[in-house]
C-alpha cells in the first residue's frame, strides 16, 4: 500500500507568497503534495519561491500545475472544497475535523484525495464546487470570520497531522532528571517533619496531627523530580544550620 | 459562574500587523482578551489597527497592555506557554489539543487562564517559560518545523473553539430541497426497471434477476434529494419521448 497523502491544490491562486506560505502551511504537518490550477502569474513564481525555504522549496518543485480543475482533480477518488460562506448547492459539508478524518479512511484504502482552496479574494467559484464531493467549512464565529487562504491550508494541513500524529497529548519534560520515587518522598517528609517538630511548628498538641497529615499531602501532591526533592532538602538544612550558628 | 476564556498574552511583540492578525485570529473562534507585554513599538500601535478590521478593532481596545510578565499574569491560576524548541526545563508539555481541553475544565472551575506567546524573532526566553505552569508544542513535522506567530495564535484559537463548538461534524447542505423518502426510490426504481424492460436491456433471461437488484442497489445507494430524483425521472420520461417520436 503506497504512503497517501491528500494533495492540496490552490486553485487559480493570485499571490506567489501565498504559494510559498501554503507550502510552509503543508510542510509543518507533512504534507508535501500540490498542485496548481492556472496560477494567475504564471509557473514558477520567484516570490513563492522566496517565500518556502529549504523543504518546502521542493514542495514548490514537485507542485503538478494543471490549466483547468477537472484536469487536476482527474485521479482523484474523492474531493474536498474549502469554503467560507454557503453555497446554493446540494452537497454533505464537513468541519475540518471529520474531512480529514475521512480522507484518512480515504488514503488508507488507496484512493488518492484532493483538497481545494480558493482564490484570495473570492475562494471558489460555484462551478469548482459543484466537481467536489463534499464541503469543508471551519466553523468559525459567524460574527466574525475571516480566515485567508493560509490559514485556511494551515488548519486542514493541522488537522491531517493531529489525527495522524503519535505524539503523546501530555509528557513531562525533564531536565536530566526523573520523577522522585515515593521512597524519597517519604524521606523529604520526614526531614521536614522532624525539623518543623524541633521547632515547634506543630502547635497546638490537638491539632499536630492534621498538620503532619496536611503536610505529608502537599508532598506527595507535588510533582517533584528528584532534583526536586534534592533542592528541598539542601534548603532545610541551609537553613538550620544557618540557624544553628 | 462568569463566561471565562483563556487571555492570549502577545509578549513582547515586534510587528503592529502581528498583534492585529493575532487579534482576528482569535476572534475567528470568538476569543477576544489580549493581553500585551512591553510591545516593541508602544502602544497604541496603528499598523495593528489597520490589520484588525471590524470586531477585531475592539479586541485590540479592550486589549490590557502591561511592563512586565509577571505582572501580565498576576491574577491567572493556570499559565501555559507556547514554545517551538524544547528547553532544558522540567515542565509538562503538551499538545494544543489537550492544553486547550485542561484550558477548557480550569475556565468552567472559573478560574483564570492565560497562554503566552514569544516574541516574532526568538520565541519566549527560558525567564518567561519559568513563569508558566505549563508548555504547548504543537506537534510539528521535525524535519520542517516553521510555525510564526499568527500561525500558533491561530491554532490555539482554532483548538478553543473546536472543542466548544456544538457544530455537527457533517451536515448535508440542501439546496431549498430534502432527502428522497423510501417510496420515492422505489418509485424511481419502477420508472427505471420498467423502460429498460421495455428496451430489452436485462439480457440475457438468466442474468435478469441480478441486473434488476444491482440497479435497486444502485438507487438506493445514491444520497439522492427529492429534486434528485424528479430530475432522473425527467432525464428518463424525455429520452422515451424522443425515442418514440
Redesign the interface.
Known amino acids: 500500500m503506497p504512503d497517501l497523502q491528500p494533495s492540496f491544490i490552490l486553485v487559480r491562486p493570485q499571490m506567489g507568497e501565498n504559494i510559498g506560505a501554503a507550502a510552509?502551511?503543508m510542510?509543518?504537518?507533512?504534507l508535501s503534495h500540490m498542485r496548481l490550477v492556472g496560477p494567475r502569474d504564471g509557473w514558477p513564481n520567484p516570490r513563492a519561491v522566496a517565500m518556502a525555504s529549504?523543504?518546502?522549496g521542493r514542495v514548490l518543485d514537485h507542485a503538478r500545475v494543471f490549466q483547468t480543475l477537472p484536469e487536476a482533480i482527474g485521479d482523484c477518488a474523492h474531493v474536498f472544497a474549502t469554503t467560507a460562506r454557503?453555497?446554493?448547492?446540494?452537497?454533505?459539508?464537513?468541519?475540518p475535523?471529520?474531512a480529514m478524518e475521512h480522507a484518512r479512511a480515504l488514503c488508507a484504502s488507496g484512493q488518492k484525495v484532493a483538497v481545494l482552496f480558493g482564490p484570495e479574494r473570492a475562494g471558489l467559484e460555484n462551478e469548482d464546487i459543484a466537481r467536489a464531493n463534499t464541503?469543508i467549512s471551519?466553523?468559525?464565529?459567524p460574527?466574525?470570520?475571516?480566515?485567508n487562504l493560509g490559514?485556511a491550508v494551515?488548519?486542514c494541513a493541522?488537522e491531517w497531522?493531529?489525527q495522524g500524529?503519535n505524539?503523546p497529548?501530555?509528557?513531562?519534560?525533564?531536565?536530566?532528571?526523573e520523577r522522585a520515587p515515593a521512597i524519597e518522598i517519604e524521606k523529604l517528609g520526614d526531614h521536614y517533619e522532624e525539623r518543623l517538630e524541633e521547632a515547634g511548628f506543630f502547635f497546638p498538641e490537638t491539632k499536630a496531627e492534621g498538620m503532619k497529615l496536611n503536610l505529608r499531602n502537599l508532598w506527595s501532591r507535588m510533582?517533584l523530580?528528584r532534583?526536586?526533592v534534592q533542592t528541598l532538602h539542601g534548603m532545610l538544612r541551609q537553613i538550620v544550620r544557618r540557624r544553628d550558628r
Open positions: 510552509r502551511a510542510l509543518n504537518f507533512g529549504g523543504a518546502a454557503s453555497r446554493d448547492l446540494t452537497k454533505p459539508v464537513m468541519t475535523e471529520r464541503i471551519v466553523p468559525v464565529n460574527d466574525f470570520a475571516s480566515l490559514q494551515l488548519l493541522y497531522g493531529r500524529a505524539t497529548p501530555e509528557v513531562l519534560e525533564l531536565a536530566g532528571t510533582p523530580t532534583a526536586d
